[in-house]
């Protein structure tokens, strides 16, 4: 049961698909003040052994309790332990506990703080600054995995996420640099030529002409579609950045036609705002207006003619490196500080180095600027995070205006809960850092929960110089993720696998990701078409089992498998928990592979650099496929099973469509895999390998 409850003037953000009343009795289970200049406060008493689960991409545990967050997208490059906002806000939290267990959704388009018992332990304070929200209590209706069905309540209040085309689910290889053709077809050469899988490769902002959106570098690019063309033969796709800021030059066509029809934003005088972002002074289409989405669209419409089929979409929370207006506080600051060259006077020093640090993504500039809102004027601050969803709106809009039928590619790094319809999102700028490899892992629940089912984090990391261990082990996760992409930083050590000695081992891992692929998008379908998560953490699935609480460096995926990557380096192994009995299986390759069967309980699991672990639970089976080294070359047809039966029948839903149809329908699609002693079958009807059977 959902009961919702407004607060002041609630703009409608679109997050939201169920319109349910507004309730007029007191909100049960929390206490509401109001605060100075309009702000709101929900307070909670936090009983011991009470744990908080969701907001989405946030740093941290799984288990959010005891630490502070806020809701406030963030061009944050440096994820450390202590950060608060990363580029996406997702306001669902899951507060499970003994008595009345119950989840709360915030839809609230502005800043939201969250204190989950770092003031005080035993308590939980969450505050819109801006006072105007809903707020979504969602009651459990079956008793049974509570944390499960708060989940899926939510799932059905904000509507279905988005449907990738199944090749997303196939290897993508990015990097900040990549600039020419020549850079993409070698990329795809130096894949194919090893055999290494690939279904895609993005372009980053270099392809662009002056960092001008929806351009490219005629002398770098040729014939654009020609080379998508060429591409395409191989299998493989095409996918270029978009950046939120729109290069500000009267000579660019695309910039003039938004000026002149006045969709981008302006400052309380009327005057258009701008800001430099990487194409220099930029200005910023008003997503908020229909009209500008549409116009804005008209890009993406035009770069689909040119045969492109995947686009992800950057710096739209939105970032801003200065404006004009900020820069000029800036060097007021600076002013008559000179003589701290002589006295050093570090107050003035570290005045000065605040002064300038503070251009970027500054709160003045987030004031600077209005939007057109359901509302009428409203100032950005107030509705911030709403922005880059709605970037990834007007992408959507437009895909559905040209291609109605087929599934367009569309990731994003900013996002609100609403987004989740129109686009998947990446995790944004980690580094090849062991910790964010484990982050890595930690975040895909939480954004779960909060719809965001497509999504994936730079895997070998973005920042910094990633080494062939630490690569080696992100793949093996990267493995399971839906999207799988190599993405690294401009400057940084080259990260494709082909750069590696060890390349060999790395294509033999993506190798078992294509042999699995059918298996992940059936699990990942049944999760988008029927609202459930793809990656849980364990005590969702075991409730009463008090050991798999403390559990979050391992994750339930899929109906009935769990992965424990190894996260460490020079490990050969890791401690595994298993909450009922399993089968391991071990992988080498997608042949090359031991099978184990495991008692619950603790374990320690060998696993060295080449090897990597899945498990499946006693009394059912997973689908793995001959691998190919594009996605749609990987059929059903060369299907075989492996599990571990005891003699038991088991059966597992499985869903195949054509990877292509914007709308599937969704029963259509699902058929029952079964295997017994002796015999298994393919949806099909046909009779399958049971050698992988125990
Ligand atoms: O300010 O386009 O997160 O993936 O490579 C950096 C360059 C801008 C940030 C994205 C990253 C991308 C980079 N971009």
Redesign the pocket.
């Known amino acids: 049961m959902i009961l919702r409850f407004d607060f002041g003037t609630p703009l409608h953000t679109g997050a939201c698909v169920l319109s349910l009343p507004v309730q007029k009795d007191p909100v049960p289970f929390l206490t509401v003040s109001a605060l100075a200049e309009g702000a709101v406060t929900l307070s909670l008493p936090l009983g011991q052994g009470d744990m908080l689960f969701g907001l989405g991409e946030q740093v941290g545990p799984v288990n959010r309790r005891g630490r502070r967050y806020v809701s406030w997208n963030s061009?944050e490059?440096n994820h450390t332990e202590d950060r608060q906002s990363l580029y996406g806000s997702h306001n669902f939290l899951l507060v499970w506990r003994e008595k009345e267990p119950f989840a709360l959704y915030l839809d609230d388009p502005g800043r939201v703080r969250w204190d989950l018992g770092w003031t005080r332990r035993d308590q939980m304070t969450v505050t819109s600054e801006n006072g105007d929200f809903s707020l979504y209590l969602i009651v459990p209706e079956d008793g049974e995995k509570v944390c499960l069905d708060l989940c899926a309540q939510f799932r059905r209040l904000i509507g279905r996420s988005y449907i990738p085309p199944r090749w997303a689910l196939g290897y993508i290889q990015?990097r900040?640099g990549y600039a020419s053709a020549e850079d993409a077809r070698e990329v795809a050469h130096a894949h194919r030529e090893r055999g290494i899988p690939l279904d895609g490769i993005c372009m980053?902002?270099d392809y662009m002409d002056g960092f001008r959106d929806f351009t490219w570098d005629h002398k770098a690019i040729p014939d654009l579609k020609g080379l998508c063309g060429d591409l395409k033969e191989q299998g493989i796709h095409l996918i270029p950045?978009i950046?939120a800021g729109v290069k500000k030059d009267p000579k660019y066509d695309f910039y003039r036609e938004g000026h002149e029809k006045g969709y981008f934003c302006r400052k309380e005088d009327g005057e258009e705002f701008a800001a430099a972002v990487?194409p220099g002074l930029s200005a910023f289409p008003d997503f908020f207006r229909r009209e500008a989405r549409a116009w804005f669209g008209k890009g993406y419409e035009a770069l689909l003619d040119e045969g492109l089929d995947g686009f992800w979409n950057?710096?739209n929370e939105p970032?801003l490196f200065y404006s004009p207006e900020g820069l000029r506080e800036a060097f007021g600051a600076l002013e008559g500080r000179r003589e701290a060259l002589e006295t050093g006077d570090y107050g003035a020093a570290f005045e000065m180095l605040g002064a300038v640090g503070g251009v970027k993504n500054a709160m003045a500039d987030y004031r600077r600027f209005y939007h057109e809102t359901d509302l009428g004027k409203t100032r950005h601050d107030r509705v911030h995070n709403l922005y880059g969803g709605l970037m990834t709106l007007s992408a959507a809009e437009a895909f559905e205006r040209a291609a109605p039928e087929k599934r367009i590619l569309l990731f994003s790094?900013s996002s609100f809960i609403g987004a989740h319809r129109w686009g998947g999102v990446?995790m944004?700028?980690n580094f090849s850092w062991w910790s964010h490899l484990k982050l890595h892992l930690r975040m895909l629940p939480s954004l779960n929960m909060a719809g965001f089912l497509y999504c994936g984090a730079?895997v070998g990391g973005?920042g910094a110089d990633t080494d062939e261990e630490l690569l080696i082990r992100w793949l093996q996760l990267g493995v399971f993720t839906p999207l799988f992409r190599n993405?690294s930083?401009?400057h940084t050590r080259l990260q494709e696998i082909y750069r590696f000695p060890a390349w060999e081992t790395m294509r033999d891992i993506v190798s078992v990701r294509y042999a699995l692929l059918p298996w992940l998008y059936s699990e990942l379908m049944q999760a988008i078409l029927w609202d459930r998560m793809l990656f849980r953490p364990l005590c969702f699935d075991y409730p009463r089992d008090e050991t798999a609480r403390e559990i979050e460096d391992q994750m339930m995926l899929g109906r009935d498998a769990m992965i424990a990557p190894v996260t460490e380096p020079h490990a050969t192994g890791r401690n595994v928990y298993l909450p009922e009995d399993m089968l391991c299986v071990r992988f080498r390759t997608w042949e090359d592979r031991d099978l184990i069967r495991l008692p619950a309980g603790w374990h320690y699991v060998r696993a060295k650099e080449a090897e990597f672990l899945l498990f499946v639970r006693r009394g059912s089976f997973i689908p793995l496929c001959r691998p190919a080294d594009r996605s749609d070359y990987v059929s059903t047809d060369s299907m075989y099973l492996v599990g571990w039966l005891g003699g038991e029948d088991a059966a597992l839903p499985f869903y195949e469509d054509d990877g292509t149809v914007r709308d599937p329908e969704k029963e259509k699609g699902l058929s029952t895999l079964k295997a017994g002693k002796g015999w298994a079958w393919d949806p099909k009807g046909r009779k399958l390998d049971t050698a992988g059977l125990c």
């Open positions: 061009d490059f990015s900040w980053d902002i950045i950046d990487w950057d710096m970032a790094r990446w944004g700028d730079d973005f993405h930083a401009l």
